[in-house]
């Protein structure tokens, strides 16, 4: 980056704009900004943010803790300058995907043990005849 730099995390004054966002992704509109996107971000990193960078106490998800936990997750990407909050199924909400997964040791700052990832050279879904026969999951599920 060099120089000084001019973004601080937290945000004091975020102005999220997903319309915008959206209108980028769509091709609608052409970028005024940079737009950050996470495709994912780790629990343990989530919570050192949390805690270290907006003060306040980690909530872990649970049922009972629900809406403290969504509450929490929203005021964190709002905070970090995100336009949208990323909803996922890791340990919230669990749909069983069927994939191929590769383990092995973490070696992270904020280690977990074992890090896990999905195998990347071929997905579940690599035509259409896979598509239609995919076990997606019902809508009640």
Same mark, same amino acid.
């Given at each position: 980056m060099g120089g000084d730099m001019k973004y601080r995390v937290p945000l004091k004054n975020p102005k999220p704009d997903f319309k915008s966002f959206r209108e980028v992704l769509e091709g609608r509109k052409?970028? &005024?900004r !940079?737009?950050? !996107? &996470? $495709?994912?971000m780790d629990e343990e990193i989530k919570k050192y943010i949390t805690e270290k960078l907006l003060g306040e106490k980690w909530i872990s998800y649970s049922p009972e803790r629900r809406e403290d936990y969504w509450r929490q +997750? $929203?005021?964190? @990407?709002y905070k970090m300058g995100y336009d949208y909050i990323r909803v996922s199924g890791g340990g919230v909400v669990s749909l069983d995907w069927p994939t191929k997964l590769r383990e092995i040791k973490d070696t992270a700052s904020l280690s977990r043990g074992r890090r896990g990832w999905s195998e &990347? =050279?071929? =997905?579940?879904?690599?035509? @259409?005849? +896979?598509f239609e026969k995919y076990p997606w999951p019902k809508a009640e599920e």
């Open positions: 052409r970028a &005024e !940079v737009h950050f !996107v &996470e $495709i994912l +997750d $929203i005021n964190f @990407w &990347e =050279g071929k =997905g579940p879904i690599a035509s @259409w005849q +896979d």
